[in-house]
Structures are given as C-alpha cells and as structure tokens.
C-alpha cells in the first residue's frame, strides 16, 4: 500500500513536471531557453514585458510548434489560419503559422490588407518581397503602442518603415514605382517639416493609406484620379486638379535642375567676389594703417 | 572756402528710412533662423533649432509673419521714394551708373597698390549701390518665391497647367538657394562694411543716428561733398 502511495505521488510530481499545453506553457516557460538562446530564436524577456502584447502566451501565436523539445507546447490553429499560414510561408520562413495568427485578433485590418496591393502580393501571388505585418511593425515580440517614439509605425519614423522597401531600386524596377521616391520626399517640404517634429506635416501613410494602401493604378486609391483632390483637400482646403499635380515622388523635372545649376553658379559666382572684395579691403586697410600712415584716417 | 557754412555732420538718413532699416534687418534675421532649420532639417542641430524656436508649427507662423512684414516693408518704401519724388526730394544717388564699374576697377587699383587714392565715390558707392539693389532681387526672387509657397493652393490657379510639374520645385529652389546667398552676403559684405572694418566697429551707428560725420564724407564720399560743399556747388547757389 505504502509502496503504491509512494509511486502514485511519483507520478503526479512527474505530470506536473512534463510540460503541458495546458498547465505550463505560458511565456516564462518558453523564455527559460529562448530568453538566453542566441540568434533569430532569442526572445529579449525585458522588451517583450513591455510589449503591448507582453502579457501574451507564446503559443497564442506559435500554434504549431515542431520538433521534440516543443513537445506538448503548441497552441490549436484554425483552418484559416493554416490557409494563411501556407499562403504566405514563401515570404515567412522561420514560423508561417505565427505570422498569420495576428489575423485571430486583429481580423478587421487583415481583410484591409488581404484587399491591399501589399497583401495581394503576399498572399495571392506568393510573393517574398511584400510585406507581412512583422515587415513595417517589427517583431510582435516588441510591437509599441503607435503613439509610443519607439513604435516603428510611429508618425514620425513611418517613412523610414517604408524606405526599408521603397528605396530598393531591385523593387522599384519590378512593381514600376519611382526609384527616388524616398528621397523626393525628404527633401520636400513635407519631409523636412515632419523631420523637425511638425505634427501635421504628412508621412507616407497620411495620403497613401497604410493597411489597405493600394496601387495608385488602382481606381480606389486615395491618391488616384480625382481622389488625389480629396486627399489633399484634408490639408489644403480647395486643392484642385492643378494644384495636386505638384506632388508626384517622380525625379527633378530638366526645367528645375537646370534652375538650380544656375542659381548655384550665381550664389558661387557672388560669394567669391565678395569674399574677395572684402579681403583685398582687409589687405589694403592694414597694409596703408602700417605703412602709409594715411593722415586722412582717424 | 567758406567753413561756416559746413555743418559738423550730415543726416544720410531721415527717421522713415531707419526705421525701414530696423524691420528689415529684425525680419530678416527672423527669417534666416527659422528657415535655416528647415532648409537644414537633416543636419543634427536643426531639429533642437526648431524646438529652441517653439517647436516646427511656431517656427512656420513666425517666418511667415516675418516674411509678410518684410513684403510690407518694401512695399512701404516704394511709397516712400514716391513721396520724395512728389517733393522733389528725390535725388538718383542710388541708381546704377557707368562711374560704378570705372570706381570698382580703380577700388581694385588701389587695393593692389597701384593707385595711392581711394575712388572719388559719389553720395553711395558701389558697394552700397550693390547692398541697396540685392534687397530688390532678393524681394522678387526670394519675396515672391516665399509667396507662392505660403499660400499654394491659391497661387497654383495662376500658374499654367504645363508649369505644374516644376514650377514648385523651381521656386523652392529659387527660395532657398538665394536665402542662402542672402545670409551669407550679409554676414560677410554687409557685416564687414558696417561692422568689422576697423573704422566703423563694432557698428556703423548711423543706422541709429541717420548722420555721418563731414570728416567721415569728406574722405568717403569726396564727391558728394565737393557736390554739397564745394566750390562748385557755391557757383551754384
């Protein structure tokens, strides 16, 4: 009997050990390895703390979990989230499934962005280069409120999150959008003003939508046709056709670079011959102070 | 010659024309230091340049106002030389002439020693023509430039629909670049005409007085003198 006791407490301490979907498989389990791992593995336990998703269960999104030493750890994924999770692993390759349980909770900006030029790219066409929504948030490990300056969807470090693809001149020539699209911003009015912490000054998402961004072929984009006027009306009250033209992201017109050359060579022109004029007056003034003893100075 | 008739000193400047001076040097500093951390927004300091000047929504109205008041400042002295001229007060002492060019080149002459005499400058010499006249193209170019891009969606109706492609970037250039030229002429002509030069430092005070002294004339402005105090200008009278 006691021998039987004996083995029975055994047993249960062995069950409580093992560990279990269902009892042990909340994030402090997990970080006790991929807290000190090395590599794409590593989880950083401080910053996930501070995540907005910081209180979250790892395999609330890692649902399917491979391999001996996750045995038992591994959450339930739905059919659509395995069908999304198969859709988009060309472009995910470490854990397709995780990339795709962002969907579960946030489902009403996955279908903006299933309908999006992005997520058509990525989950119709199969495609590597577009992005998922880790590509422009960082890892869901990190993610920062929006408002937060660490948020790399903040409005003020957004474009740099675009520039990561829209400043590749690989993808630039494959989707035919302007190579110099970046630098044409930052160098506009628009760019510099948001640089320098102007609030209202627009980033790449304030006209171009973010989650449900379309081509600018596409009809329903806000910066197509006639929906260009509406969207810079939202800052430029009575904006008309004429007047959004001036915003294309495409290179110095000949007209403008030309302008340039010439003002430079003005403004070059001048400061020599004043640079010089004033130095030869320094010259002539020390020169006659010394041994001229010009009578007539004071 | 008759000295009882030459005053000690000369007013070059009545109140009108100095207080002119005062707007336009306080916008234009206003200007050029809320601009420049714009025009330099990628440079490290220009983003705590910015802050210094109430953060980037303050720093736009204050060189917008600046540049308003600019505008009206120049505009006033188009008035202003109008009045002169209706009271026949209005002598062309600033109006570009071929003695320019022929006392910058004996300037240089004498910068290089090879005359002993300085020009014999008129009422304003060159330098100071070229000070007056920059004001009016930095006015049209950088003035006008300024407009437009403060008030876009207005201006863009007059400007033709091929023009729409460049235009903006033409007249930001246009803006910034000749901004640009304008700093720096003033900091180093105009400053060391009026600040550095070892006669006049720290300042030329007449932008306070409006006067010069008849030594400071006799010497700098020989003909203007000759032309006031004379005498010829005696034969004249």
Excluded at chain 2, 136 to 143: E, P, Q, R, V
């Amino acid at each position: 009997m006691r021998n039987w006791l004996n083995a029975l407490l055994l047993l249960l301490f062995t069950v409580v050990l093992i560990p279990s979907a269902d009892a042990a498989a909340d994030a402090a389990t997990c970080l006790g390895c991929h807290g000190s791992m090395e590599g794409t593995v590593n989880v950083n336990q401080e910053k996930y703390a501070k995540s907005v998703h910081g209180s979250f269960d790892c395999i609330m999104c890692h649902m399917s979990l491979k391999g001996a030493q996750h045995q038992g750890l591994s959450g339930k994924a739905d059919k659509a989230t395995i069908e999304l999770a198969a859709s988009i692993s060309s472009k995910s390759k470490i854990d397709p499934t995780a990339q795709a349980a962002c969907a579960q909770c946030h489902a009403d900006i996955y279908e903006l962005y299933k309908a999006s030029v992005h997520g058509k790219n990525v989950i119709i066409k199969k495609s590597s280069d577009g992005p998922v929504c880790t590509s422009c948030h960082g890892s869901a490990h990190y993610i920062q409120p929006k408002a937060s300056k660490e948020s790399t969807v903040n409005h003020f470090n957004v474009v740099q999150s675009c520039g990561k693809c829209h400043e590749e001149k690989h993808l630039a020539e494959k989707y035919r959008f302007s190579p110099l699209v970046m630098e044409r911003y930052l160098e506009s009015f628009h760019g510099r003003k948001l640089k320098v912490g102007h609030n209202g000054a627009p980033s790449c998402v304030s006209c171009h939508g973010s989650h449900d961004i379309k081509n600018v072929e596409d009809p329903s984009s806000p910066v197509a046709g006639a929906n260009k006027i509406k969207t810079c009306s939202k800052c430029h009250p009575g904006a008309t056709e004429k007047f959004v033209a001036a915003i294309t992201h495409k290179p110095l017109h000949p007209i403008a670079h030309y302008a340039e050359i010439i003002l430079i060579i003005l403004t070059v022109s001048v400061f020599a011959f004043i640079c010089i004029h004033v130095l030869l007056d320094i010259y002539a003034d020390i020169r006659d102070r010394l041994f001229r003893k010009g009578g007539k100075h004071e | 010659m008759n000295n009882k008739n030459i005053p000690t000193e000369i007013e070059r400047f009545d109140l009108s024309a100095r207080i002119q001076h005062v707007i336009m040097f306080t916008t234009f500093l206003l200007l050029s230091f809320t601009g420049w951390g714009l025009k330099y927004a990628y440079q490290d300091p220009a983003s705590a340049w910015i802050r210094f000047w109430g953060g980037a929504k303050m720093a736009g109205i204050i060189h917008r106002a600046a540049g308003i008041t600019m505008l009206l400042d120049f505009i006033y002295h188009q008035f202003y030389l109008l009045n002169l001229a209706r009271k026949k007060d209005l002598r062309l002492t600033l109006v570009p002439m071929p003695k320019d060019v022929v006392d910058a080149f004996h300037n240089f002459m004498y910068f290089f020693g090879f005359r002993k005499e300085k020009p014999y400058f008129g009422k304003f010499n060159y330098m100071q023509k070229f000070d007056y006249w920059a004001v009016y193209w930095g006015m049209f170019i950088i003035g006008a430039s300024g407009f437009f891009l403060a008030f876009p969606v207005m201006v863009s109706s007059i400007f033709p629909a091929w023009s729409t492609q460049w235009i903006w970037d033409v007249l930001f250039i246009m803006h910034s670049d000749e901004a640009l030229l304008a700093i720096v002429f003033i900091l180093i002509f105009h400053f060391y005409n009026e600040h550095l030069r070892s006669e006049v430092f720290p300042m030329n005070w007449m932008w306070l007085t409006g006067k010069m002294s008849i030594e400071q004339l006799k010497h700098h402005h020989p003909m203007e003198y000759d032309n006031l105090f004379g005498e010829k200008s005696e034969k004249k009278k």
